[in-house]
């Protein structure tokens, strides 16, 4: 396993992991993948690279790695070793000017997720852990750097949150990610993504009302949060993500003294409380 060290100022803010930076196989044999993945990380401070157990490692990776339907893929990448590095350095740098700490540990993978390549631009991750982020890019998208400083600039927030907060509840996922996607806009930059811009504001309004009188913000049923963040038959796609967006602009907005270590502070529930969407 390949480790990268980031410094700033002298200090270590993270180390890039790549566990396995490029592989030749003229199978589709998905598991002989997998341990290509994860063979070499070890049980640490954030367990199994944010993992309790390999195992779940192992399970999350099958789910973000491959599609469902490529069963007849033969997995043969290479990843741009330095070009990965020069680009998430450059991002970890500015979000660790903004919020000190820094995230210890940046596990890159590939994915050969077309929704990934053709939606997400080529790259999305996962906050595991406090202070651990999973970095995928698809190997077969050219033009992934943009997306990838993007990407590492949304992780690290969540990475940040997980530090004194759990995300458990359709609240605090709702927060969770209004709050990533404003710090990423802010200190990395880039456009507002589609997936906060779905509907606007006055619907945006409407949807949470919606849940709050339904009484689903206290939710921790996995399927009522997947169906409020990925669709379901009453909810399209992406809705959670466009509530979040909207409820922590209104936030920032009544609140723009603040910064975004006294933002990070706050409990979800301020923080919808602050934004004048609670309206019970």
């Not at 993948?33 to 099958?62: M, Q, V, W």
């Not at 939606?119 to 999973?134: N, V």
């Amino acid at each position: 396993m390949k480790i990268e060290i980031v410094e700033s100022n002298d200090k270590t803010i993270t180390h890039i992991y790549f566990p396995c930076v490029n592989y030749l196989s003229d199978s589709s044999d998905k598991d002989e993948l997998i341990s290509c993945l994860s063979g070499e990380i070890e049980d640490s401070d954030s367990g199994y690279a944010g993992f309790d157990t390999k195992e779940n490692l192992n399970n999350y990776l099958r789910g973000a790695v491959f599609d469902k339907t490529d069963d007849d893929y033969q997995y043969t990448f290479v990843l741009d070793e330095v070009r990965i590095i020069d680009t998430i350095t450059k991002a970890v740098k500015k979000c660790s000017d903004i919020l000190p700490g820094g995230i210890s540990h940046i596990f890159v993978f590939p994915t050969f997720s077309q929704f990934v390549k053709e939606e997400m631009s080529g790259t999305t991750g996962y906050a595991s852990w406090s202070d651990t982020i999973l970095i995928f890019i698809n190997p077969t998208s050219l033009q992934y750097d943009k997306a990838l400083s993007e990407t590492v600039g949304h992780e690290f927030n969540h990475a940040v949150f997980l530090r004194d907060k759990k995300c458990e509840t359709v609240l605090d996922l709702i927060i969770f990610e209004g709050l990533a996607e404003h710090f990423r806009e802010q200190i990395v930059g880039g456009d507002r993504v589609p997936w906060t811009k779905i509907f606007e504001l006055n619907q945006a309004r409407i949807i949470f009302s919606e849940i709050e009188l339904e009484d689903l913000l206290q939710s921790t049923d996995p399927e009522i949060r997947r169906g409020i963040f990925f669709g379901n038959e009453k909810y399209i796609c992406w809705t959670g993500y466009t509530v979040g967006y909207f409820i922590v602009r209104s936030f920032l907005e009544n609140n723009p003294s603040l910064n975004w270590k006294e933002i990070m502070r706050r409990q979800p529930k301020e923080i919808l409380d602050g934004s004048g969407f609670d309206n019970r």
